[in-house]
């Protein structure tokens, strides 16, 4: 299984709602990312979790706040968004004991409202 | 720290034909990867071909090659005979482990948009 699976595919949600990103591997790899990306322009990373720790944050505002509860799952807890956070949510794990290619998640197209 | 440049914002070739994608890099690690990603409509994140900075020999997949100079830091792309499904936008990426952790991180270019026309 070399997939990694994100969901929702497509989230709709108002500037007051609370929802959560998921992403999921069962490659066994301990790093895991969160990037975001907007229409034509290349992915920002956000987050970078290293065997469920949280290694890098690129200075994101606190209503995106992420979390790994075990090697398999990322997830990316939004809360308070703003028009502007409306973008295409790419979730990426890693082998680090190898130095292989990241492996990218289909995405989730937020929309805030 | 990493920085990834691509020039050409938009490229077009003719189906069947070779185009050469532009990517030039910058880092202080020395040891890192570079990587063509291809993401076509679908907005999927698909790798095209991966380089180890430590490997002379230019990577090759099927119809996909780079040229590799180190010095000059450039890492160029180039698809031969050109087919319709190799529309999409392409992204080169620097991938370093940062100072000396075991996780990698993947700094992007601007992008290439590229037209195949029939």
């Known amino acids: 299984d070399t997939e990694v699976t994100q969901t929702p595919k497509h989230l709709v949600m108002g500037m007051t709602n609370k929802k959560s990103l998921k992403c999921e591997q069962h490659?066994?790899?301990?790093?895991m990312y969160w990037y975001k990306q907007k229409a034509k322009k290349p992915p920002e990373l956000m987050f970078v979790y290293s065997y469920e720790k949280l290694s890098i944050n690129e200075s994101v505002p606190s209503r995106f706040s992420p979390e790994c509860p075990n090697s398999s799952l990322l997830n990316l807890h939004l809360h308070a968004l703003q028009p502007e956070d409306s973008a295409l949510y790419l979730c990426?794990?890693?082998?680090?004991?190898?130095?292989?290619?990241?492996?990218f998640g289909s995405g989730t197209q937020l929309s805030v409202l | 720290a990493q920085t990834v440049t691509q020039s050409q914002p938009e490229m077009s070739v003719q189906e069947a034909e070779t185009v050469t994608l532009s990517c030039t890099y910058d880092t202080s690690e020395s040891d890192y990867y570079l990587f063509w990603y291809k993401q076509p409509p679908s907005r999927q994140m698909i790798l095209v071909i991966r380089q180890e900075a430590y490997k002379q020999q230019n990577a090759t997949e099927n119809r996909f090659s780079v040229n590799f100079q180190k010095a000059a830091k450039s890492f160029s792309l180039k698809i031969s005979d050109s087919q319709l499904g190799d529309a999409a936008m392409y992204f080169c990426a620097s991938l370093a482990n940062a100072g000396g952790t075991s996780y990698g991180k993947l700094t992007f270019g601007q992008g290439t948009i590229l037209t195949v026309h029939p």
């Open positions: 490659m066994g790899h301990r790093a």
């Open positions: 990426a794990t890693r082998d680090p004991r190898t130095n292989e290619k990241l492996f």
